[in-house]
């Protein structure tokens, strides 16, 4: 399929990476978001991130940074979506906030546009219900950082088509990435067993079982992961793993989801991990 117009929604960054692949793979980009200053703020940072994987990929040291970034258009305006084929939402983890989205979307782009929800945890069958279109509703659960990870998570809803599929494999095939297509489950089957890891190694933290640093290093030393949980924490988000397992706590009413009050601290306290600076441990942002 030729896809000629490919919106992604939120410029976070998680939208932008989805938006720094789809311009590295030669599609033009509709990249939105509802605050200008973050579009401003994504131009700069995509400028840099074209440079910087141009050190790990050859095929890209022919391609001019700004070259690159002309394939993407940054609007706060839904209206240019009335043309796109294919979009990508990455908004907060919100029922209310992704509701809006799915609605607006479905009033403005083409029928035959397939919705695509880069979700942590809220089910596709659910995010499927705000429009009028379920069959063209499927999860895309990219891993992060997303030009760097070559597989991503597919989800099919309960109404998602096999020609949803088909044609969300394509794009994910353009995007050079492979995925593994799994059936709607709140969290699916990452989220679901990596926020309860994540919670739990924060619980191990907030009893004083052990330190940040060690906990880590029992996942890096003996299990041969390239990061620890609460290194992991802090790549995604200590505001997004909060609003994940609370989705999964209410999906499920299971008292094994609990958030674990030191995740609430430290969201009520502004630590967010790399996004601004301070989580489990200090960046430099």
Not at 95 to 114: M, R, S, Y
Not at 165 to 171: H, V, Y
Not at 224 to 245: F, K, N, R
Not at 272 to 282: D, L, S
Request: proline share 4%.
């Amino acid at each position: 399929m030729d896809f000629q117009h490919i919106g992604v929604i939120g410029a976070g960054i998680m939208g932008s990476g989805v938006a720094q692949v789809l311009a590295q793979t030669g599609h033009h980009v509709l990249l939105l978001d509802s605050s200008e200053m973050a579009l401003q703020d994504v131009q700069g940072r995509l400028r840099n991130e074209f440079r910087r994987q141009m050190m790990f990929d050859p095929e890209l040291r022919r391609q001019d940074p700004d070259a690159l970034l002309k394939r993407i258009t940054f609007t706060t305006d839904y209206q240019t979506l009335e043309a796109a084929d294919f979009v990508v939402e990455n908004v907060t983890e919100r029922w209310a906030i992704k509701e809006d989205v799915f609605q607006k979307l479905d009033a403005i782009a083409p029928q035959t546009c397939v919705f695509a929800s880069n979700t942590s945890a809220i089910p596709i069958t659910r995010l499927a219900s705000a429009t009028n279109r379920p069959d063209r509703v499927v999860g895309i659960h990219f891993m992060n950082p997303v030009p760097r990870k070559s597989t991503a998570e597919m989800i099919r809803g309960f109404h998602t088509s096999d020609e949803t599929i088909d044609i969300t494999g394509q794009l994910l095939r353009q995007m050079k990435m492979e995925w593994v297509l799994v059936n709607d489950s709140p969290g699916f089957v990452s989220n679901r067993v990596l926020m309860l890891t994540i919670n739990e190694a924060i619980f191990l933290l907030h009893e004083g079982v052990s330190s940040a640093a060690d906990i880590d290093a029992v996942f890096k030393s003996c299990f041969g992961h390239p990061m620890g949980p609460l290194e992991t924490a802090d790549l995604i988000g200590l505001d997004t793993i909060l609003q994940s397992i609370e989705v999964l706590q209410e999906s499920f009413n299971d008292s094994k989801y609990r958030p674990c009050p030191l995740l609430k601290k430290m969201v009520d306290a502004g630590y967010h991990g790399r996004k601004n600076g301070k989580g489990f441990y200090e960046y430099t942002t």
